[in-house]
C-alpha cells in the first residue's frame, strides 16, 4: 500500500532550527510537496522536490532523498507564527498526492 | 474572485438531507479536487476532475457526488448526509502541469447530527 510518515507533533522554541521528517511509500514517485496548514485554514504550498537534494528558501528549506524515500523539512530561526501542522505529500504514478497526517509544530517562547 | 471560493464556511445538517458544497476558482485551472480533512487521519480524496467534462473516485468516494459541467466550478454533493461525514471538507484546484501545484479553497465544516 502507499504510505506516508510524519511524526504527529513536535516542539521547538522560538529562535531554534527544527527538522521535520517524512518516509514515503509510493507507487511511483514524481515529487514531494510540503504545505504549512494553520490551526482552522486551508493548507498553503511551502516547496517541491522532485530531484535529491537541497532546495532553499528564506528560512524554510526541504530535502529529498529518493533512494531512502525520505525527505525533511528544516525551519530555521524560528517564529511563534511557524506554529502550524506541516503536511507532506507524495505524488504517485498516477500524479494522485498521497498525504500524510501531518506534524502539529508547536513554538515555546 | 481571486483563487478558489467555497460555500458555505459551514453548515450544521440532519442526518438524510441532501447538501451540496459548492467550490469556484477562477484561475482556468484544469484539475480541481475534493478532500476531506478529519483529525489525525489527514487530507483524504473524494473525487477528482482532470478537466471539465470528466470526474474519477478517490480513496472515500462513498455517499459523494461531484460534476464538472464547466471550468471553474466542482461542486460536492451528499445524497443523504450521515454522522460519518462530519468533516471538514476542502476543494483544491492545480494548474497544467501533472505536478503542477495543488491551491486549495478556504474549506466547509460540516457538522450532522
Known amino acids: 500500500g502507499q504510505n506516508i510518515d510524519q511524526p504527529t507533533e513536535m516542539t521547538a522554541t522560538e529562535g531554534a532550527i527544527v527538522q521535520i521528517n517524512c518516509t514515503y511509500q509510493?507507487?511511483?514517485?514524481?515529487?514531494l510537496f510540503w504545505y504549512q496548514q494553520h490551526a482552522g485554514e486551508a493548507p498553503t504550498f511551502l516547496s517541491y522536490?522532485?530531484l535529491d537534494g537541497l532546495e532553499e528558501k528564506g528560512r524554510f528549506s526541504s530535502f529529498l532523498s529518493r533512494s531512502k524515500g525520505y525527505s525533511y523539512l528544516l525551519l530555521k530561526e524560528l517564529q511563534m507564527k511557524d506554529s502550524a501542522s506541516y503536511l507532506c505529500a507524495a505524488y504517485d504514478s498516477n500524479y494522485q498526492l498521497i498525504w500524510g497526517a501531518g506534524t502539529k509544530l508547536i513554538i515555546k517562547p | 474572485i481571486a483563487g478558489i471560493t467555497q460555500a458555505p464556511t459551514s453548515q450544521i445538517l440532519a442526518a438524510g438531507r441532501r447538501m451540496t458544497l459548492r467550490c469556484t476558482q477562477d484561475m482556468r485551472h484544469n484539475a480541481m479536487y475534493w478532500y476531506r480533512q478529519d483529525l489525525g487521519l489527514g487530507l483524504r480524496l473524494i473525487h477528482y476532475s482532470n478537466t471539465a467534462g470528466t470526474t474519477g473516485k478517490g480513496e472515500v468516494p462513498d455517499g459523494y457526488s461531484v460534476s464538472r459541467a464547466n471550468t471553474d466550478d466542482f461542486p460536492l454533493t451528499l445524497a443523504s448526509a450521515v454522522p460519518s461525514q462530519t468533516s471538514v471538507y476542502f476543494c483544491a484546484s492545480r494548474g497544467t502541469a501533472h505536478t503542477d501545484t495543488q491551491y486549495f479553497g478556504p474549506g466547509t465544516r460540516l457538522t450532522v447530527l
Open positions: 522536490n522532485v
Open positions: 509510493t507507487s511511483g514517485f514524481n515529487g
